[in-house]
């Protein structure tokens, strides 16, 4: 990767948090009443994301860590919380979004996966921008280059589940979006208004 590239790229405790983000607005939109096929794309959206993450963390930024913390307790327990969340997303795929265990499974994984980012956010995200200075920059850009490696061959399960995942509203406001769009355009090529 380039020395512009690696400007561009954000640094690694950012693309994290970017991370826990994604993952979090897309278990917002999952309500016990959606439609199944909606609830199972959200789901499947939501997992592939933390797969990525997951890895993207433990083969860079774990490492990286490593290197420098003092006090490892957080990192060291991640390595199995992921695990864990490994084990829930097994069980999510093999079930159906009718399946009574269903909801109750997303929830799990989702109250998992907010324990795990309060400590990330709260602990380890300080300490890399504490301890890791002027190498966050570089190891943002290593997470860019290797998440494009992992989503590559993901990239149209990707694609189905986002639009997949929309709800009928979203597709409602996206059309009135280009609508707009198109009416101001063309407002703004009429020849504009004088007081001469
Ligand atoms: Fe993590
Ligand atoms: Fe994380």
Redesign the pocket.
Known sequence: MNAIAKKLSPTITNMIRMDHTHVLETFHQYEIGTKPRVKQALVNTACVALEI??QL?EEIFYPAMRTVSTDSAVLEK?YP??DAMRTLIAQLRAMEPTDAEYDQTFMKLMRDVMH?VAD?ETTLLPDAERLLTDRLGELGAEMTKRRLQLAAPRAGEIAYNTVRGLPTTSMLVAAGAVLAGTYLVKRSSRRPFSFR
């Open positions: 993450h997951a963390e991640s919380e992921h795990h990330e």
